[in-house]
């Protein structure tokens, strides 16, 4: 990404000058980003793990035609992983599960953390419509002997039982479990291992170029006044406040 190496590249020049701030005016900094040469072929792979990682299967296939640019896996299975995802973040975990068996049953099978945080899914779905009986029942078929070979294990499993004990369950200690983003936690984790199983990069590299991208800025901000992106959305360049 030019801009990171850009940030890099000043640090190194800047790092054994004078404790005052070295200034980088707009003209200077548009000329160094102007140097930078980043292949177009590049930035298409980039955007493509994007949209393939996210699981954006009818934008990839557009870009794919569009730029010619090949994912490198096949696009039909971004579909089954999607319907995984779906399921998990609809509440519907035993569809999920069985959709994953589907696809490659050895994925839970050497998983059993994955295949513990699902099954906790599942409790959890059952305390929120209410059946009480069944959360139990479940609990102590499936969970507790999981339990009682890991200590994590455990005590997620009591954390979860305990949202039992309360009659607001949503405003207990314990609430943030049935938030939606409990679920998107979840979906996330069997996303990433399906991903992993497909010999696919878990996460899509561009958000951690923009990571880098904020960390650099981070570094530099202490040694130079520089044309700043404070708005990763627009990436527009703002004047450096001398």
């Given at each position: 990404?030019?801009?990171?190496?850009?940030?890099?590249?000043?640090?190194?020049?800047?790092?054994?000058?004078?404790?005052?701030?070295?200034?980088?005016?707009?003209?200077?900094?548009?000329?160094?980003?102007?140097?930078?040469?980043?292949?177009?072929?590049?930035?298409?792979?980039?955007?493509?793990?994007?949209?393939?990682?996210?699981?954006?299967?009818?934008?990839?296939?557009?870009?794919?035609?569009?730029?010619?640019?090949?994912?490198?896996?096949?696009?039909?299975?971004?579909?089954?992983?999607?319907?995984?995802?779906?399921?998990?973040?609809?509440?519907?975990v035993?569809?999920?599960?069985?959709?994953?068996?589907?696809?490659?049953?050895?994925?839970?099978?050497?998983?059993?953390?994955?295949?513990?945080?699902?099954?906790?899914?599942?409790?959890?779905?059952?305390?929120?419509?209410?059946?009480?009986?069944e959360?139990?029942?479940?609990?102590?078929?499936?969970?507790?002997?999981?339990?009682?070979?890991?200590?994590?294990?455990?005590?997620e499993?009591?954390?979860?039982?305990?949202?039992?004990?309360?009659?607001?369950?949503?405003?207990?200690?314990?609430?943030?479990?049935?938030?939606?983003?409990?679920?998107?936690?979840?979906?996330?984790?069997v996303?990433?291992?399906?991903?992993?199983?497909?010999?696919?990069?878990?996460?899509?590299?561009?958000?951690?170029?923009?990571?880098?991208?904020?960390?650099?800025?981070?570094?530099?901000?202490?040694?130079?006044?520089?044309?700043?992106i404070?708005?990763?959305?627009?990436?527009?360049?703002?004047?450096?406040?001398?």
């Amino acid at each position: 990404m030019s801009l990171s190496w850009i940030f890099l590249g000043q640090l190194d020049s800047i790092e054994t000058m004078s404790t005052s701030k070295k200034v980088i005016t707009r003209e200077e900094w548009e000329r160094k980003l102007k140097d930078v040469k980043i292949r177009k072929e590049d930035m298409n792979k980039l955007v493509m793990n994007f949209l393939v990682t996210e699981g954006y299967v009818e934008a990839a296939e557009k870009f794919r035609i569009e730029s010619g640019t090949e994912p490198d896996i096949d696009l039909a299975t971004i579909t089954d992983r999607m319907a995984v995802k779906k399921a998990v973040q609809s509440g519907n975990v035993k569809d999920a599960i069985e959709k994953v068996n589907d696809l490659n049953p050895m994925i839970l099978d050497t998983n059993p953390q994955l295949y513990f945080h699902l099954q906790q899914q599942r409790l959890i779905e059952l305390i929120r419509i209410g059946k009480v009986e069944e959360a139990l029942e479940f609990a102590q078929e499936e969970l507790a002997p999981r339990g009682e070979e890991n200590q994590s294990f455990l005590e997620e499993l009591e954390r979860t039982v305990a949202l039992l004990a309360f009659e607001d369950v949503k405003n207990c200690p314990y609430g943030e479990l049935l938030d939606v983003s409990q679920r998107l936690k979840t979906a996330s984790e069997v996303n990433a291992a399906i991903l992993t199983s497909q010999s696919h990069e878990k996460d899509p590299k561009l958000p951690s170029l923009l990571k880098m991208l904020i960390w650099a800025q981070n570094q530099l901000d202490d040694k130079a006044a520089y044309p700043r992106i404070n708005n990763l959305s627009t990436a527009v360049l703002e004047d450096p406040a001398i």
